[in-house]
């Protein structure tokens, strides 16, 4: 199982913090902790669970969804990289 955090702040990994009013978007950013973990279940799924300030999300897809979204996850990597080489 792969566990993966936001960003490192002062020993524990938290979001980064932005307070914009009722909003939330892909560029919102707000000071909450979580975990995410990434894994196979039992059951022949791919499991995103995360955690974070008393919430538990499973979220389960098929393998070759999984696979979409990791597509999804590297083109957004690669646009990203393309915003900081600016």
Not at 39 to 65: A, K, S
């Amino acid at each position: 199982m792969v566990q993966i955090h936001t960003e490192r702040r002062g020993g524990r990994r938290r979001a980064p913090d932005q307070r914009l009013a009722g909003h939330m978007g892909i560029n919102t950013e707000r000071d909450i902790e979580a975990n995410l973990q990434i894994g196979p279940t039992d059951r022949g799924m791919v499991r995103l669970f995360i955690e974070g300030q008393g919430i538990e999300i499973p979220m389960d897809f098929d393998p070759e969804e999984a696979e979409e979204i990791a597509e999804e996850i590297l083109a957004a990597a690669r646009a990203a990289r393309a915003v900081t080489r600016r």
